[in-house]
Antibody, heavy 123, light 110 residues
Framework: QEKLVESGGGVVQPGGSLRLSCAASGFTFTTYAIHWVRQSPGRGLEWVAFAFYDARKTDVADSVKGRFTVSRDNVGSTVSLQMDGLRVEDAGTYFC????????????????WGRGTLVSVSS | QSALSQPAAQSASPGESLTLSCSGSNRDIGSFNYVSWFQQHPGEAPRVLIYSTYTRASGVSDRFSGSKSGNTASLTISPLHLTDEAVYYCMSYRDDASYVFGSGTSVSVL
């Protein structure tokens, strides 16, 4: 059974940092791309970041560029999201999502979702 | 403001057909067949229903179908069941290599 488990969420002050982790199991981790998607009441669902199956390509949304970094460890079957310079608008539930397939560098089928980890940014 | 436009709410009766719309642009829906639809019940993570615009995800009922015309994608649910009451989101790949979501449509089954 495919499973993604997020961790690392918490409460942080504006300008602070958090590192989210996504632990994968139940599938061949090295052959699938992983996305991070966040959800907040005010901003709905928002794509945040993506790591290709071999990590040779990663990308983040313009809204977090320069502040967030995505990386993956194919030995440990984990994907991490380093979040620096956090802002109030970054608050929400962060989901780790497996893409069913990729066509070139496009990995559009967000198939398996974790349960999410909650990030709160408040002074 | 979300990049894709969806009606905030729609309703129909059990057994009826319901079509949800998702309006984008020629930077996303109009140029790529990479539209996905997700269903989300309260307190749960989203669940994929449709990907690549037309393809039903594994285990998804054939009551759900996806389509596209120009810059607008659609999800049809037919016939509607009480358990279909949820929020439905669309998503598309965009020409700047990002992925954009709609704001979601809350479906009520009366």
């Amino acid at each position: 059974q495919e499973k993604l488990v997020e961790s690392g969420g918490g409460v942080v002050q504006p300008g602070g940092s958090l590192r989210l982790s996504c632990a994968a199991s139940g599938f061949t981790f090295t052959t699938y791309a992983i996305h991070w998607v966040r959800q907040s009441p005010g901003r709905g669902l928002e794509w945040v970041a993506f790591a290709f199956y071999d990590a040779r390509k990663t990308d983040v949304a313009d809204s977090v560029k320069g502040r967030f970094t995505v990386s993956r460890d194919n030995v440990g079957s984990t994907v991490s999201l380093q979040m620096d310079g956090l802002r109030v608008e970054d608050a929400g539930t962060y989901f780790c999502v497996k893409s069913r397939f990729c066509l070139g560098s496009v990995c559009p089928a967000l198939e398996t979702w974790g349960r999410g980890t909650l990030v709160s940014v408040s002074s | 403001q979300s990049a894709l436009s969806q009606p905030a709410a729609q309703s129909a009766s059990p057994g009826e057909s319901l079509t949800l719309s998702c309006s984008g642009s020629n930077r996303d829906i109009g140029s790529f067949n990479y539209v996905s639809w997700f269903q989300q019940h309260p307190g749960e993570a989203p669940r994929v229903l449709i990907y690549s615009t037309y393809t039903r995800a594994s285990g998804v009922s054939d009551r759900f179908s996806g389509s596209k015309s120009g810059n607008t994608a659609s999800l049809t649910i037919s016939p509607l069941h009480l358990t279909d009451e949820a929020v439905y989101y669309c998503m598309s790949y965009r020409d700047d290599a990002s992925y954009v979501f709609g704001s979601g449509t809350s479906v009520s089954v009366l």
